[in-house]
């Protein structure tokens, strides 16, 4: 029985130690500075070539995007495109169309790759 008694206390002693264990560590991690977070995206957007398959889209279907973009963006007004006319490209390489509506008004939409319209106008 006295075998028994003393590899329980031993046993307790074992089971002890990680319990006294805890609160240094703990106690040790309170003074450690954050880690620090990196942005690891880049600052380009990431090249899906959207603009290349509203391009390729018939006349039609293009004119569905832009007029999707022109409502998006706030052009309450043009409730049909009456005609669309491609823009010279500039240097950022957004292409862009200037759209008339069938009220006259009319929109400049810029497209980017990854799938962002930039729509400017309204003049008529």
């Known amino acids: 029985m006295r075998e028994r008694a003393r590899g329980l206390g031993r046993y307790r002693r074992i089971m002890r130690a990680p319990m006294l264990l805890s609160p240094l560590v703990l106690l ?3 003074g450690q500075p954050a ?10 957007p990431k090249e ?3 603009i290349a398959r509203v391009q390729a889209l018939p006349p039609g279907q293009r004119e569905g995007v832009l007029f999707r973009a022109i409502r998006s963006s706030g052009g309450q007004s043009c409730q049909e495109i009456k005609q669309v006319e491609p823009l ?5 390489g957004q292409p862009a169309w200037r759209v008339t509506c069938i009220d006259g008004s009319q929109w400049r ?4 790759d990854d799938g962002t319209a930039l729509v400017t106008g309204a003049q008529r």
Request: with cysteine.
């Open 48 to 50: 899906t070539g959207y």
């Open 28 to 30: 040790a991690a309170c």
């Open 109 to 112: 939409v810029a497209l980017t």
């Open 35 to 44: 880690p620090q977070q990196t942005n690891t995206a880049s600052a380009a």
């Open 88 to 92: 010279p490209t500039p240097a950022s």
